[in-house]
């Protein structure tokens, strides 16, 4: 008992004690990618080894990979916006770089 009357835990020191354990976990929080590039998909299946790839507006092409592009239902011409982060893997299609990507959403349709 005299251990704990001479280390003094007042509240002040447990709440800081409970900080300091819950508070690192923090620190592993990431924030959204934010979806600024935009690019259309475009199906390659005719070509061997392809799938649907990205475009991108100066006409570069991606070849797309990752949990968040395997979930989204893309569509041959359709727009989308994405960020992404390039990896080094050996591609099959070789249309462009081989890219994860972090995040991907549908462009605003225009009505005409």
């Known amino acids: 008992m005299r251990f704990?009357?001479?280390l003094?835990?007042?509240p002040g020191v447990l709440v800081a004690a409970g900080a300091m354990l819950v508070l690192p976990g923090c620190a592993h929080d990431t924030v959204s990618?934010?979806?600024t590039t935009l690019a259309t998909a475009r199906d390659l299946t005719g070509?061997?080894?392809c799938r649907m790839v990205l475009e991108?507006?100066?006409g570069s092409r991606l070849e797309?990979?990752?949990e968040i592009w395997q979930n989204f239902p893309a569509k041959d011409?359709?727009?989308v916006f994405i960020s992404y982060e390039t990896e080094s893997r050996v591609s099959i299609c070789m249309v462009g770089p081989s890219v994860r990507v972090t995040c991907i959403r549908a462009a605003a349709a225009t009505t005409n």
């Open 8 to 10: 003094r835990l007042t």
């Open 64 to 66: 797309p990979s990752g």
């Open 56 to 58: 991108l507006a100066d």
């Open 33 to 35: 990618p934010e979806c």
């Open 77 to 79: 011409g359709e727009q």
């Open 47 to 49: 070509l061997d080894g």
């Open 4 to 6: 704990f009357n001479t």
